[in-house]
């Protein structure tokens, strides 16, 4: 993981082999920050920066696996011609070879470059090579194989279609009529594509083809060219005898009479209807959920618009949006394809709850979207249809030959109270459905103005956490953590602090939850283990760090390296380390948190299973998972001697722990009656207010004689 500033060997700029983004301080005119940020968060990304020499300063991980080059050929201070040499050698095809040239021009000449490199193993890189104000360049590399085999694949089933067409039928279709309409003369191809016998053509007029699909202006201007005597030539969808559509590509052309005005019209006609079906499925594609069958976002919109620019003003729209709750734990636990075979039940669903002239659409993953037009009384209409899909999505999914219940989430926007235009009722309904998703999710919440002050207030907080980032406004502190039986200092847990600029120090809970949502929190999380253990460093040798971890930090697959290269370049020793995660790490991608797990115990790390028994994780995975120590939540202690209940689930851990042969923390210690029933049922180590509250290092006094004091303060 690496932060860079445009060249390390300049004034003003950082390399630091810890942090997990790329900051290039550019002029105003190139604004390439957002660029390297995406490249840099994304593992199919490959990124490199050169200075103004063309020597390489960094190169992420994702640029040496996509073209399969060795440590020693991405390391910094390589020049740009070596590395193209490398990439080339290692992964080299006619297309990379060629372009060298081009790419080394434009570098000479400081120009942006763009090209797709096809490599031997038939993957496809997308570089794009941009210049920095102070002479350097950066370069991303996008592996596109993917999206450039579906399109050629979409492509190639399109063409066939046409060529088997055309190849099946290359003959003309030719029809002859008089100038009041009437067919004289039908050939062979005529008789049929028509389904029509000579003898049913000749005589009638050629209106008994009439499809009905065309407006009646199309027919009004072909008329006023052939009166000219100009030929018409255009696309026309034909009936067929046994009701059947086809498309003709149709070229008619006046027969002129002595006096120069028509007296015959023929017309010659190719059959398309192949090429038209094909671009009907692309069409429909392109505006349809493969999974479901349902309208997609892109069809749900140009729905909307229409229905808000045809729907009388007296009449109402009512959007609603939602987002299924528990949907993720159905994938996590029974794979995708369940999750697959659960939406397309829902879809049915669905749409037998709503009217026929509503509209259902899949927006992606597990979202959907109805639009229904309004009564009188559309408020009490949406309540209505609300309680009902609340009811149908609650009946449970037959998956894979079991039961599987899943909640939803629904929010409302009304037209035109909420808004005129589909963006803003789209975007008000998914204001309200992030207010029911935040009260507990299961139920649903029309739209209110409050919503939207909410998430302007969120949004400023947002880019207040990404500023506060750069400026280094964030501090630890943190909070002892005593051996039960002789209360000697153990460790510490290190918790974030934001000093505020205006509204001083916040606590976690006011932006730890925004941090998340807005994608902020793996750089954060990786600032909180950096100076962690940068300040541990410094400490006493049997004092631990504990550090919490983010569930976003899990989602990328770098994590085992950030803490790598932490601890290499604060020198604090694995063991003096903990890592804490919650319970929901247990419910997502198991096999490779697991392996996460394991490679980070190998190397002397312990690991602690923080607010244990609050979550939804289950006994099994919870054995599962190669823990050190479990933590107490301080929602079981806070009342553990007025509620039996507290009591019994503390004694329940305290025997899965001893099975486990974990050692158990207990969070939220604040009197000492609590501390002496902790001890009694065996607690290995003791953290609250009643020993020591979180603080900056400098103000913790962990020395000798202060487990004395306590022991005294505490018997």
């Excluded at 229905?307 to 734990?329: I, M, T």
């Amino acid at each position: 993981m690496v932060s860079v500033l445009s060249n390390r060997n300049e004034p003003g700029c950082e390399f630091d082999p810890s942090s997990d983004s790329i900051n290039v301080e550019l002029k105003p005119e190139v604004d390439w920050k957002k660029l390297i940020h995406t490249a840099i968060q994304s593992s199919t990304h490959g990124l490199c920066v050169f200075d103004r020499h063309e020597r390489l300063v960094i190169a992420n991980e994702q640029h040496r696996a996509m073209y399969a080059l060795t440590p020693a050929q991405n390391v910094p201070g390589l020049s740009v011609r070596s590395i193209l040499e490398n990439r080339y050698a290692r992964a080299g095809s006619a297309s990379i070879g060629a372009q060298q040239v081009e790419y080394l021009a434009a570098i000479s000449r400081r120009e942006e470059f763009q090209a797709t490199w096809e490599l031997r193993d038939g993957s496809f890189i997308e570089i794009d090579m941009r210049p920095m104000s102070d002479g350097g360049f950066v370069e991303r590399h996008r592996d596109i194989t993917e999206l450039r085999l579906a399109e050629i694949s979409a492509q190639a089933a399109t063409q066939e279609l046409i060529e088997k067409q055309y190849a099946l039928d290359q003959a003309v279709i030719v029809a002859i009529t008089d100038v009041s309409g009437r067919i004289i003369y039908a050939n062979d191809k005529f008789c049929q594509i028509s389904g029509y016998s000579r003898e049913e053509l000749l005589g009638n007029n050629h209106r008994i083809l009439k499809s009905g699909v065309h407006a009646r202006e199309v027919f009004r201007q072909m008329y006023r060219c052939l009166a000219s005597g100009e030929v018409w030539r255009g696309e026309l969808c034909n009936k067929a005898k046994s009701g059947e559509l086809y498309w003709v590509d149709t070229v008619i052309t006046p027969q002129l009479g002595p006096e120069g005005k028509p007296v015959a019209y023929m017309a010659i006609r190719i059959d398309i209807t192949a090429r038209k079906k094909a671009e009907a499925q692309v069409y429909h594609a392109a505006r349809h959920d493969a999974l479901t069958g349902l309208p997609n976002r892109a069809a749900l919109l140009d729905n909307l618009s229409e229905w808000l620019d045809r729907v009388p003003a007296r009449q109402n729209l009512v959007v609603y949006l939602l987002d299924l709750d528990g949907f993720k734990c159905v994938n996590d636990t029974l794979g995708h394809a369940a999750g697959d075979s659960l939406l397309q039940q829902l879809s049915v669903r669905l749409r037998s709850t709503v009217g026929d002239d509503d509209l259902v659409a899949r927006l992606g993953g597990d979202e959907f979207a109805i639009v229904q037009v309004g009564s009188q009384e559309e408020r009490e209409q949406a309540i209505r249809l609300s309680v009902a899909l609340l009811e149908v999505v609650a009946r449970p999914f037959m998956v894979e030959s079991q039961e599987v219940s899943v909640g939803v989430s629904i929010g409302i926007s009304l037209s035109p109270a909420h808004g005129l235009t589909a963006s803003e009722l789209l975007y008000k309904a998914d204001l309200a459905l992030y207010r029911v998703k935040s009260e507990g999710r299961n139920g649903f919440r029309f739209f209110e103005d409050e919503m939207h002050r909410r998430a302007q207030s969120r949004n400023q907080l947002v880019n207040e956490l990404r500023a506060s980032l750069v400026r280094g406004e964030f501090e630890l502190h943190y909070q002892p953590i005593f051996e039960a039986a002789t209360l000697r200092p153990r460790g510490v847990e290190a918790l974030v602090r934001w000093r505020h600029p205006t509204h001083g120090l916040l606590y976690p809970d006011r932006f730890i939850g925004v941090a998340e949502e807005a994608g902020l929190m793996e750089a954060l999380g990786q600032w909180i283990l950096q100076k962690a253990c940068a300040d541990a460093a410094s400490w006493p040798e049997e004092i631990k760090v504990a550090v919490n971890l983010s569930p976003a930090q899990f989602r990328g697959a770098t994590l085992f390296d950030v803490v790598l290269c932490v601890l290499v370049e604060t020198g604090l020793s694995p063991q003096r380390l903990e890592l804490e995660v919650t319970e929901s790490m247990l419910l997502q991608d198991i096999e490779e948190n697991l392996l996460l797990f394991r490679q980070l115990k190998n190397i002397g790390i312990s690991i602690a299973l923080d607010d244990f028994g609050v979550g939804y994780a289950s006994l099994g995975s919870v054995v599962s998972f190669p823990f050190d120590k479990l933590k107490i939540d301080r929602s079981f202690t806070r009342e553990l001697l007025s509620r039996p209940a507290n009591k019994a689930v503390v004694a329940s851990i305290m025997t899965l722990a001893r099975g486990l042969n974990v050692q158990v923390t207990a969070e939220g210690v604040e009197q000492k009656e609590q501390l002496e029933y902790l001890r009694d049922q065996g607690v290995d180590l003791i953290q609250g207010y009643l020993l020591g509250r979180p603080a900056p290092w400098a103000e913790l006094k962990l020395v000798s004689g202060w487990p004395d004091q306590l022991r005294a303060t505490c018997a």
